[in-house]
C-alpha cells in the first residue's frame, strides 16, 4: 500500500472545482511521480468519505468540488456519524470472530497465510471499518496542524481520543485468547493499514 498525503489532493484542485482527470494530472508523491489513475480514484473516494469532497458528473465530465462545513457543529456531527457508524460495525464483527480462527494455517516463516473462508466475512468488514477509523484519525490530525478554529481543534481533539481509545481497546479484545503466530500475522497486517497523519492509505 501507499501514502497519498490530503493536502497534495487538495493543492491538486486549481479552485473550489475541477475535473477528476486535472486533478489526476496535477497531483504527484514525492518523486513527483503521478500516482496510478485507479489508485488516485481511491483516495477520492475515501476524501469524500471523510467529508472534504463531492463527486459530480461521469467519467470523462467526473467533478469534485471542495466541500465547506457550515459550522463547528456540523463539522463535528459529520466526523461523530463516521465514528459510531464504524464502531458498530466493529462491535459486530469482533462478536463473530469472537474465540474463532481467522487463519486456519500459517507458514513456518510467517510470512503466509490462508484465511478461515467461514469468519471471512466478518473480518473484511472488520478491516474496512478499522481502515476507515485510522482514516479518520490522520485526516483529523491534518484538519489540527491546519486549522486555526480553537473551537474545533478542541472537539476534534476530543474525537482523536476517542478513536483511539476505541482501537486500542478493539486491538486488545482481537488478539485475546489467540495463539502467538495468528497474533503476530494480524499485527502485521493491521501496522500496514496505519497511515501517517495527514496521509491516506491506497
Known sequence: MKDISISSILNSMNGETAYLTDMWENCTDEKRKRYTRTKFSDALDIMEELGYLKKYGYKTETTY??????????????????IFTNESKIKKALENLDSKKIFIDISKDLNAHKFNKYVLKDYNSFLKSIVSMLGLSSSISFTLQTNSNSELKKELKFCLNQITEFLDETNEILMHYRGSNERIVLQRILTNKIPEPGFLKI
Not at 471542495?66 to 463516521?82: E, L, P, R, Y
Open 65 to 82: 468540488t471542495k466541500i465547506n462545513f457550515v459550522d463547528t457543529a456540523d463539522q463535528i456531527g459529520f466526523i461523530n456519524n463516521i
